[in-house]
């Protein structure tokens, strides 16, 4: 009457616990492709990282408070890194 182990890995959930996150950077490339990092730890909500086994994928979703409006001067082309 114990619980049932999962069938494979791709059905296992990984419980962290408590995770703290010290640092959040995004790196990205301005207009006038200079390299900028732009610090998102301090206004950082929400962070998640999602595993899909079956696809080989992984997605992560980043939620950021953004009360200074900062982030709306970044053109996000898709060459940004977390």
């Known amino acids: 009457m114990g619980q049932e182990k999962p069938q494979n890995i791709s059905e296992t959930v ?4 408590n995770v703290t ?5 995004l790196n990205h490339t301005d207009k006038d ?6 610090n998102l730890a301090g ?10 086994t079956t696809d080989h994928s992984a ?4 939620v950021v408070l953004d009360t200074e409006d900062r982030l ?3 053109d996000i082309g ?4 977390v």
Not at 33 to 38: A, I
């Open 43 to 52: 206004g950082l909500d929400e962070f998640s990282v999602t595993y899909n």
């Open 78 to 81: 898709g060459s940004e890194t």
């Open 59 to 62: 997605q992560c979703k980043i």
């Open 33 to 38: 492709g200079k390299k900028n990092t732009f």
């Open 72 to 74: 709306a001067d970044i």
């Open 14 to 17: 990984y419980d962290p616990g």
């Open 21 to 25: 996150i010290h640092a959040c950077r």
